[in-house]
């Protein structure tokens, strides 16, 4: 990365007649590596480094990325990011709202650091995966491992004198497997993400995963009963409180869905000026409130400053069951009157900024998670999900169980076979009667944008009880 | 562009000299343009040049792959990929890169596409045509992509060749109140042809339609399908015809070769011919790409290989390799005896979907899954539009829903759109029985 280029091209961009302009210059040392049945397909390794220019001039918005480092280039994509703002002829004018420029620099800490990591240390470390699935008593039909290493120093410039470098590793992995039994077969797969170094392997413990998902799929076949459909009590696993959390609280309060800015793609939202549902009004029970925080150590949606070089902060986005506050970036704070609170993302300098959750979970209660099961007489415990969806108004839901039990007079009476809740935003989280200790997190890649930028985030909360919904 | 070939040719011929045994490079000059416009103004316009080589190499059935971006770098990129191969574990699976010398079909680029100046001038255009069609208060959000790439490949197995490959495609959806919608799409290899408006129009009328609409009730319809939903289930079958995904399971066509897999008038193939959003005259390995039927009159023909799982699989390859593993292109689904209108008088009761998102599979192998129709879904009695419904999803079978189409379109559309209606395919409109329906409860 040259900072000198990065330097020239906003220092050419502001001899020009705008309103505002920045540089986000981004260098990714990616590895991935994909296994299939146990064999390693490929290992690509990969530099990705190039730079970007946001304009905004008369109240246009023009974006222009390259990765050909020379002053010449900086010069053609200030030159392209300048027209294309000015061609945009927009009647309602675009502005940023406030903030002072910041200079700092910021990196995430390894214990072990991912350079020192040998090519055959990462490779073995995830053939062992297949090793520890081959002789777990299960039959194994097949699998999918993927990890991906990504090492990416940042240096972010504007014209408001933010001067803001950083240095983030970041390591994921994701596995998928097929179990046959009786000729029958089920499937499943486990997502694991982290900022940080190497010591991520050791806390996830993937192949002790991998063997309960294998076991848990084999129950699936060979014990599960069916679900008699109707209404009853229905305990939610961290999990699957994580996606709830995610879907139909993170998405439906991002300000850019909300102003229609991806109403062609990602959707809209049920929250809108002039529906029953805006800021104050209730959407959920007392008992539940939703943060979004990517001010998270180590979490895999991490960051203190986001791709606009505003300070992150915890986002309270359902407070006791109340519409709170929205994800803004500058673009969209400024359109209804308030502050950025840090939810600019990107996923490479060839990508705009635009409106992410980061970390996105359910703060704890009071129970313990045995209390939540023994007050229930007739229930389910949906403990992880498979199968998930929602509409893109974000109000129309469905999870699919994978491991999931009848409860019983206040006791796990055997697995179920894929439980399904469909219900809607207002149901599910008025629903909720009680919320447990213990909280857990999930990784995950969110989808948005397009061209699409999969980020990475944390889904994540305690276990909730969730009071007579219907159950099929 | 010699001089570009020239150079990727240097970087396979580093890489044998350090001991490679196959050696694959391409070099993509890519530029992009995108307009993204939302409450019918511009948002957004974003250009992108891309300047990449990427490098495949084998060593001893190590495979390994790098990107790189400068060709003053390159000694030192082919040295680590080198070491990386040497410590690299064993594929005994690879059965090499494609090997022979090949003549490509002339690529056809449109280079008017390549100097578009004003696509802003395109996006209004087919905003006005949706305001035309669904009245002024219509608020309209989408995309404009321009897509021209030079893409030059080197191979130490035979293959060597230059492609240009251009494209444009738009994207529309049109709101005539909060929750009536239409969605539309216009996708072209050229400009001529290319007609923004035409989306715009179908977005305003499919949006008009849907006004004041009800939830809408379980149970099992007849569906009829628009070609932008049909191609998002071309998106579902067209790769699980992948020998990458055969192999890990994730598809409805495990044990399915030679088998019925649908009834006789589905014939599905893969085709990445000039008219298309994704053509391509060779792929990743150099292999020349072709027509290849996949679904034969509802049998399941072959699956798409590279040269390597070719050989696992005892076929040929299909002209289908991507750097790790192969790709569907663009899906064509044969045309059937039916207009569209004839496909609506055969629904005594059903649904017409237009378009859908978020599609989910609980097992690929057994195809159960389920997706949320959006953007004008309607309720059709006696082969009429009666009632525009909301808030409904699809929960059925993948494979189960091959084997119900009951009819087909005559007339087929070009669509892509985001990651839904993804690969690209020519898409008719089709019918399919006994499509189970959900809702929220």
Request: contains cysteine; glycine residues 8%; aromatic residues 10%.
């Given at each position: 990365m040259e900072e000198e280029i990065v330097d020239y091209a906003l220092e050419y961009a502001q001899s020009k007649k705008i309103e505002y302009a920045e540089v986000r210059a981004q260098s990714q040392v990616q590895d991935r590596l994909t296994l299939r049945n146990g064999i390693?397909?490929?290992?690509?390794?990969?530099?990705?480094?190039?730079?970007?220019?946001?304009?905004?001039?008369?109240?246009?918005?023009?974006?222009?990325?390259?990765?050909?480092?020379?002053?010449?280039?900086?010069?053609?994509?200030?030159?392209?990011?300048?027209?294309?703002?000015?061609?945009?002829?927009?009647?309602?004018?675009?502005?940023?709202?406030?903030?002072?420029?910041?200079?700092?620099?910021?990196?995430?800490?390894?214990?072990?650091?991912?350079?020192?990591?040998?090519?055959?240390?990462?490779?073995?470390?995830?053939?062992?995966?297949?090793?520890?699935?081959?002789?777990?008593?299960?039959?194994?039909?097949?699998?999918?491992?993927?990890?991906?290493?990504?090492?990416?120093?940042?240096?972010?410039?504007?014209?408001?004198?933010?001067?803001?470098?950083?240095?983030?590793?970041?390591?994921?992995?994701?596995?998928?497997?097929?179990?046959?039994?009786?000729?029958?077969?089920?499937?499943?797969?486990?997502?694991?993400?982290?900022?940080?170094?190497?010591?991520?392997?050791?806390?996830?413990?993937?192949?002790?995963?991998?063997?309960?998902?294998?076991?848990?799929?084999?129950?699936?076949?060979?014990?599960?009963?069916?679900?008699?459909?109707?209404?009853?009590?229905?305990?939610?696993?961290?999990?699957?409180?994580?996606?709830?959390?995610?879907?139909?609280?993170?998405?439906?309060?991002?300000?850019?869905?909300?102003?229609?800015?991806?109403?062609?793609?990602?959707?809209?939202?049920?929250?809108?000026?002039?529906?029953?549902?805006?800021?104050?009004?209730?959407?959920?029970?007392?008992?539940?409130?939703?943060?979004?925080?990517?001010?998270?150590?180590?979490?895999?949606?991490?960051?203190?400053?986001?791709?606009?070089?505003?300070?992150?902060?915890?986002?309270?986005?359902?407070?006791?069951?109340?519409?709170?506050?929205?994800?803004?970036?500058?673009?969209?704070?400024?359109?209804?009157?308030?502050?950025?609170?840090?939810?600019?993302?990107?996923?490479?300098?060839?990508?705009?900024?635009?409106?992410?959750?980061?970390?996105?979970?359910?703060?704890?209660?009071?129970?313990?998670?045995?209390?939540l099961i023994e007050d229930v007489k007739h229930g389910i415990y949906m403990k992880s999900f498979?199968?998930?969806?929602?509409?893109?108004?974000?109000?129309?839901?469905?999870?699919?169980?994978?491991?999931?039990?009848?409860?019983?007079?206040?006791?796990?009476?055997?697995?179920?076979?894929?439980?399904?809740?469909?219900?809607?935003?207002?149901?599910?989280?008025?629903?909720v009667d009680a919320v447990s200790k213990e909280i857990e997190f999930d990784a995950a890649t969110c989808g948005k944008g397009d061209p699409s930028q999969g980020i990475p985030v944390y889904t994540g909360g305690p276990c909730l009880r969730l009071g007579k919904v219907y159950v099929k | 562009m010699s001089d570009i070939l020239d150079k990727t040719e240097e970087i396979v011929k580093k890489a044998k000299g350090l001991g490679a045994d196959e050696v694959i490079a391409k070099t993509t000059f890519g530029k992009y343009r995108q307009v993204r416009f939302s409450n019918n103004q511009v948002d957004i316009t974003v250009a992108w040049n891309d300047y990449v080589t990427d490098v495949a190499l084998a060593w001893k059935k190590r495979v390994v792959a790098t990107q790189i971006h400068d060709f003053t770098d390159v000694d030192a990129s082919i040295k680590n990929l080198m070491g990386l191969a040497k410590v690299s574990q064993e594929n005994p699976t690879f059965g090499g890169f494609a090997k022979g010398k090949f003549k490509y079909a002339k690529s056809k680029p449109d280079k008017k596409l390549e100097d578009l100046e004003s696509p802003t001038e395109l996006v209004l255009e087919a905003i006005g045509a949706a305001e035309k069609e669904a009245g002024s208060k219509v608020d309209s959000g989408g995309i404009l992509l321009t897509r021209f790439e030079d893409v030059y490949l080197a191979s130490s197995e035979g293959p060597m060749g230059f492609d240009s490959r251009s494209a444009i495609e738009f994207s529309i959806r049109a709101f005539s109140e909060r929750e009536a919608s239409g969605h539309g799409v216009e996708c072209s290899s050229t400009l001529k042809g290319f007609e923004p408006a035409r989306a715009g129009a179908k977005a305003g009328e499919i949006a008009k339609l849907a006004k004041s609409p009800k939830v809408g009730d379980e149970g099992v319809y007849d569906v009829i399908f628009d070609p932008l939903i049909f191609g998002s289930m071309l998106g579902v079958w067209g790769p699980m015809a992948s020998a990458f995904y055969i192999m890990i399971q994730m598809s409805v066509f495990v044990d399915k070769l030679g088998k019925k897999v649908g009834p006789e008038i589905v014939t599905l193939k893969d085709n990445p011919s000039a008219y298309s959003v994704s053509n391509r005259v060779f792929d990743d390995e150099g292999v020349p790409t072709r027509e290849t039927v996949i679904i034969d009159h509802g049998v399941l023909k072959t699956y798409l290989h590279n040269a390597s799982t070719a050989k696992m699989f005892k076929a040929e390859t299909t002209g289908n390799a991507g750097l790790v593993s192969p790709n569907a292109w663009n899906i064509e689904m044969e045309t059937g005896d039916y207009g569209k209108e004839e496909l609506f008088k055969e629904t005594k009761r059903g649904l017409y979907l237009t378009n859908t998102w978020y599609t989910r599979f609980q097992n690929y192998a057994k195809g159960d899954f389920s997706t949320i129709p959006r953007d004008g879904i309607f309720l059709i009695e006696k082969g009429e539009i009666k009632q525009s419904l909301k808030d409904i999803r699809v929960s059925d079978n993948a494979l189960t829903m091959l084997g119900n189409i009951a009819a087909i379109s005559k007339e087929r559309q070009h669509v892509h759109w985001w990651g839904e209606a993804d690969p690209p395919s020519l898409s008719p409109y089709v019918l399919i029985k006994n499509v189970h329906i959900t809702k929220s409860k």
């Amino acid at each position: 990365m040259e900072e000198e280029i990065v330097d020239y091209a906003l220092e050419y961009a502001q001899s020009k007649k705008i309103e505002y302009a920045e540089v986000r210059a981004q260098s990714q040392v990616q590895d991935r590596l994909t296994l299939r049945n146990g064999i390693l397909e490929a290992y690509v390794s990969s530099v990705d480094s190039g730079f970007c220019v946001r304009i905004i001039a008369d109240g246009g918005i023009g974006f222009a990325s390259t990765n050909k480092w020379s002053k010449e280039e900086a010069k053609e994509i200030v030159d392209l990011a300048f027209k294309y703002a000015k061609a945009a002829n927009r009647k309602e004018k675009l502005v940023f709202a406030e903030e002072k420029g910041v200079k700092t620099k910021w990196t995430v800490d390894q214990k072990k650091k991912i350079e020192n990591i040998s090519p055959e240390d990462r490779i073995s470390t995830f053939a062992d995966v297949d090793k520890a699935l081959a002789s777990c008593g299960v039959k194994i039909a097949a699998t999918m491992s993927q990890c991906s290493i990504d090492l990416t120093t940042e240096y972010f410039v504007n014209s408001e004198g933010s001067r803001i470098s950083s240095f983030v590793p970041k390591i994921g992995a994701f596995i998928f497997i097929t179990v046959t039994e009786q000729g029958k077969t089920e499937q499943a797969y486990e997502q694991f993400g982290y900022s940080g170094g190497w010591e991520a392997f050791r806390d996830w413990n993937i192949p002790e995963r991998m063997i309960h998902s294998a076991k848990v799929l084999k129950d699936v076949i060979t014990k599960a009963k069916a679900v008699k459909p109707g209404d009853m009590d229905l305990i939610c696993g961290s999990e699957v409180t994580g996606i709830a959390a995610h879907e139909s609280c993170g998405h439906p309060m991002e300000a850019d869905r909300i102003l229609g800015r991806e109403m062609s793609q990602a959707g809209r939202s049920f929250i809108y000026k002039g529906s029953q549902y805006w800021l104050g009004t209730r959407i959920g029970s007392d008992a539940i409130t939703v943060v979004d925080d990517p001010t998270v150590e180590h979490s895999y949606g991490y960051y203190p400053y986001d791709d606009e070089g505003v300070k992150a902060r915890r986002r309270f986005l359902y407070k006791n069951g109340i519409i709170n506050e929205f994800l803004h970036n500058r673009e969209s704070a400024a359109k209804l009157g308030t502050r950025s609170n840090g939810s600019s993302r990107s996923v490479n300098y060839d990508r705009e900024a635009i409106v992410r959750m980061a970390n996105t979970f359910v703060l704890p209660g009071d129970f313990a998670e045995e209390e939540l099961i023994e007050d229930v007489k007739h229930g389910i415990y949906m403990k992880s999900f498979t199968e998930w969806n929602i509409d893109d108004k974000r109000f129309n839901q469905r999870y699919v169980g994978k491991e999931a039990y009848l409860i019983e007079n206040g006791e796990l009476n055997g697995p179920v076979a894929r439980p399904v809740i469909e219900t809607t935003t207002l149901k599910f989280w008025t629903a909720v009667d009680a919320v447990s200790k213990e909280i857990e997190f999930d990784a995950a890649t969110c989808g948005k944008g397009d061209p699409s930028q999969g980020i990475p985030v944390y889904t994540g909360g305690p276990c909730l009880r969730l009071g007579k919904v219907y159950v099929k | 562009m010699s001089d570009i070939l020239d150079k990727t040719e240097e970087i396979v011929k580093k890489a044998k000299g350090l001991g490679a045994d196959e050696v694959i490079a391409k070099t993509t000059f890519g530029k992009y343009r995108q307009v993204r416009f939302s409450n019918n103004q511009v948002d957004i316009t974003v250009a992108w040049n891309d300047y990449v080589t990427d490098v495949a190499l084998a060593w001893k059935k190590r495979v390994v792959a790098t990107q790189i971006h400068d060709f003053t770098d390159v000694d030192a990129s082919i040295k680590n990929l080198m070491g990386l191969a040497k410590v690299s574990q064993e594929n005994p699976t690879f059965g090499g890169f494609a090997k022979g010398k090949f003549k490509y079909a002339k690529s056809k680029p449109d280079k008017k596409l390549e100097d578009l100046e004003s696509p802003t001038e395109l996006v209004l255009e087919a905003i006005g045509a949706a305001e035309k069609e669904a009245g002024s208060k219509v608020d309209s959000g989408g995309i404009l992509l321009t897509r021209f790439e030079d893409v030059y490949l080197a191979s130490s197995e035979g293959p060597m060749g230059f492609d240009s490959r251009s494209a444009i495609e738009f994207s529309i959806r049109a709101f005539s109140e909060r929750e009536a919608s239409g969605h539309g799409v216009e996708c072209s290899s050229t400009l001529k042809g290319f007609e923004p408006a035409r989306a715009g129009a179908k977005a305003g009328e499919i949006a008009k339609l849907a006004k004041s609409p009800k939830v809408g009730d379980e149970g099992v319809y007849d569906v009829i399908f628009d070609p932008l939903i049909f191609g998002s289930m071309l998106g579902v079958w067209g790769p699980m015809a992948s020998a990458f995904y055969i192999m890990i399971q994730m598809s409805v066509f495990v044990d399915k070769l030679g088998k019925k897999v649908g009834p006789e008038i589905v014939t599905l193939k893969d085709n990445p011919s000039a008219y298309s959003v994704s053509n391509r005259v060779f792929d990743d390995e150099g292999v020349p790409t072709r027509e290849t039927v996949i679904i034969d009159h509802g049998v399941l023909k072959t699956y798409l290989h590279n040269a390597s799982t070719a050989k696992m699989f005892k076929a040929e390859t299909t002209g289908n390799a991507g750097l790790v593993s192969p790709n569907a292109w663009n899906i064509e689904m044969e045309t059937g005896d039916y207009g569209k209108e004839e496909l609506f008088k055969e629904t005594k009761r059903g649904l017409y979907l237009t378009n859908t998102w978020y599609t989910r599979f609980q097992n690929y192998a057994k195809g159960d899954f389920s997706t949320i129709p959006r953007d004008g879904i309607f309720l059709i009695e006696k082969g009429e539009i009666k009632q525009s419904l909301k808030d409904i999803r699809v929960s059925d079978n993948a494979l189960t829903m091959l084997g119900n189409i009951a009819a087909i379109s005559k007339e087929r559309q070009h669509v892509h759109w985001w990651g839904e209606a993804d690969p690209p395919s020519l898409s008719p409109y089709v019918l399919i029985k006994n499509v189970h329906i959900t809702k929220s409860k």
